[in-house]
């Protein structure tokens, strides 16, 4: 019930957002008709599309982005056209003149119908054009949602979670059309300025249209936005905090694609919040898993929930090239170190993203590379995840000295809280004379903590099977070398390639030297996971930002110059801010073929 709760807030919310604006014109433009007949259809063929879309998006993977793009383009010229009969009424008789005809013949065949469902259909299918354009407009908590039928599969409570976030926008929608109405009714009983009115909504919508055709509605208007809807969502997905079954099995069922998930809500996610107040009383989420499902083990030989029965355990679910999973690793390495000669045993559990962080001789490197120090499991089957029923990338599971899990935490941040939960627990132990305080780290390169300002690009992948937002013209030709161009410009959050390229579904393969890609974001960081040829030779690239070499703003696998080399597969920073409150325009040029690009993360 919290969960449909919250999913409904979100979409109440969703209104505020700054690419909702130019939509509502649309909303407004009926605000002089009659709501059952006019504002209820609307926001039906609106909710519908809009749970259609979202639908997709959990069950169909990446090939809906572009449905969803096309059908953007289609909504953008029915909607114009609709602005275009409230300025020119002639164009509207023209237009109106099949919905006529046909309501005769419905009228012919059902008598009492009067014509109805020729005056519903209209704004049905206005309805349905304002869902396609809101779709792409919604928040972390449809983010979340997502997730959990891309990690869980879909389901019913899947549908239920997206009905009750339509749900949501349409109620907000219907207050605001409801409003209007009164508004659109006093101006014309004592102005009547009907026809005015008529085509000031025309002007409106037309305006609307050509904001959202220009990128306005997630360029210009974001820039005004200063993050007011995220955070307000941000802090009801907070509130969530995915309460665990309490006997979590091994067997629980988990779609393979676990390893492949949407980069939404929780995972790989790390909004900066306030830290909450200290945990003073917790639960039981159930019993430690087995461990059994663990393909290897670093650091340490095979360990099982029995052996560990009397010590405190933390379980850090991460992988080697996720920014979030990285940036968490300062604290754990602190903690373990701080709290070992007091019981405490850390355990990461390393379930892979990408194919290559399923190689043990990659994973062995990560860690050296990364000081870890203490038992690390690899999961390249993610029978551990399943088994914790995990969610997210990074997650800690704190289990007590009895062997019972009395805490979960996912993403970055709160260490306050989870340390203050590891004392807990020890002190529940009997252990006395724990250090004092928390610990404080300082976490460099890529390990560094994230930016103030809430980073504007998400994660986006390369591959064909999860990538978003590519502008090159005619689009990712998927398994065969091919030639890209790069557009005469990019909007906020597309990517281009430059060159000849092999795309596959998880990465982009270079295939001769000074093959290029572009990405116009808005972060203070920028990382990309890229790997050097595929019999391990080294790559070199250079990067710029805006047409110029990067200097202070390089990252730390970068020079000033902006060159690097390729050595390993993983992830590399290559541009670190001072802020990141502008919009910039990154290019790499890999100066030797057979370079592999993955996924762009941000921070």
Request: charged fraction near 15%; proline fraction near 6%.
């Amino acid at each position: 019930m919290l969960l449909l709760l919250i999913a409904y807030l979100g979409g109440v919310l969703t209104i505020l957002s700054p690419c909702i604006l130019p939509v509502l014109p649309f909303v407004f433009a009926r605000a002089d008709r009659p709501f059952r007949s006019h504002g209820l259809p609307m926001l039906l063929g609106m909710s519908v599309a809009f749970a259609a879309i979202a639908t997709l998006a959990a069950v169909g993977g990446g090939w809906v982005v572009t449905v969803n793009e096309y059908g953007r383009y289609a909504a953008i010229a029915m909607l114009a056209l609709f602005g275009g009969t409230l300025l020119f009424p002639s164009l509207a008789d023209r237009l109106s003149r099949p919905l006529v005809a046909l309501g005769i013949r419905l009228a012919e065949a059902q008598p009492d119908g009067q014509g109805a469902k020729a005056s519903v259909f209209s704004p049905l299918l206005l309805g349905v054009g304002t869902g396609l354009l809101w779709a792409p407009c919604a928040g972390p908590i449809l983010g979340l949602i997502l997730t959990g039928a891309a990690l869980n599969g879909a389901s019913v409570g899947t549908t239920v979670l997206l009905l009750a976030y339509a749900a949501g926008a349409c109620t907000s929608l219907a207050a605001a059309l409801l409003f209007g109405g009164r508004v659109f009714a006093v101006m014309k009983r004592s102005l009547h300025t009907g026809e005015w009115v008529r085509r000031v909504a025309g002007v409106a919508v037309l305006v609307g249209v050509g904001a959202i055709a220009l990128g306005l509605d997630t360029g210009v208007l974001s820039q005004l936005s200063v993050g007011t809807t995220s955070a307000l969502e941000e802090a009801l997905v907070e509130k969530i905090d995915m309460p665990k079954p309490q006997q979590p099995s091994p067997s629980s069922p988990m779609a393979e694609s676990a390893a492949q998930p949407q980069d939404a809500g929780f995972v790989k996610t790390a909004a900066v919040l306030p830290e909450p107040a200290p945990v003073r009383k917790l639960g039981v989420e159930g019993q430690f898993p087995s461990l059994a499902g663990a393909t290897e083990w670093i650091n340490s030989p095979p360990l099982t929930p029995e052996a560990l029965r009397g010590k405190v355990v933390l379980v850090d679910f991460w992988t080697y090239s996720c920014i979030n999973c990285l940036r968490t690793l300062p604290y754990v390495r602190a903690w373990a170190e701080k709290y070992k000669d007091a019981g405490l045993v850390v355990l990461g559990v390393h379930s892979p993203e990408f194919a290559f962080e399923k190689r043990s001789a990659n994973v062995r490197k990560a860690t050296k590379d990364l000081g870890i120090d203490f038992p690390v499991a690899l999961d390249n089957d993610f029978k551990v995840w399943r088994g914790f029923d995990n969610q997210a990338w990074p997650a800690f599971y704190f289990i007590d000295a009895q062997g019972r899990i009395r805490h979960h935490q996912f993403g970055e941040n709160r260490y306050d809280k989870a340390e203050q939960i590891i004392q807990q627990l020890l002190a529940e132990a009997g252990q006395r004379n724990l250090p004092a305080g928390v610990v404080a780290p300082k976490g460099e390169g890529t390990q560094a903590a994230p930016g103030d300002e809430l980073a504007m690009s998400g994660e986006t992948y390369v591959g064909t099977e999860r990538a978003q937002g590519f502008a090159s013209p005619g689009g990712l030709v998927n398994g065969r070398a091919h030639v890209y161009q790069s557009p005469a410009s990019l909007r906020t959050n597309q990517w281009a390639l430059a060159g000849e390229w092999t795309v596959e579904p998880e990465r982009a393969v270079s295939n001769q030297p000074n093959s290029r890609i572009a990405y116009r974001f808005q972060a203070r960081d920028l990382h990309l996971v890229l790997g050097p040829m595929a019999d391990g030779k080294p790559v070199r690239f250079r990067v710029l930002v805006d047409g110029k070499p990067p200097l202070a703003d390089h990252g730390a696998d970068t020079d000033a110059q902006g060159y690097g080399t390729i050595e390993a597969q993983k992830l590399y920073q290559l541009v670190r801010q001072a802020k990141g409150e502008k919009e910039r325009l990154f290019e790499i040029e890999f100066l030797d073929g057979g370079a592999q690009a993955y996924a762009f993360t941000f921070g």
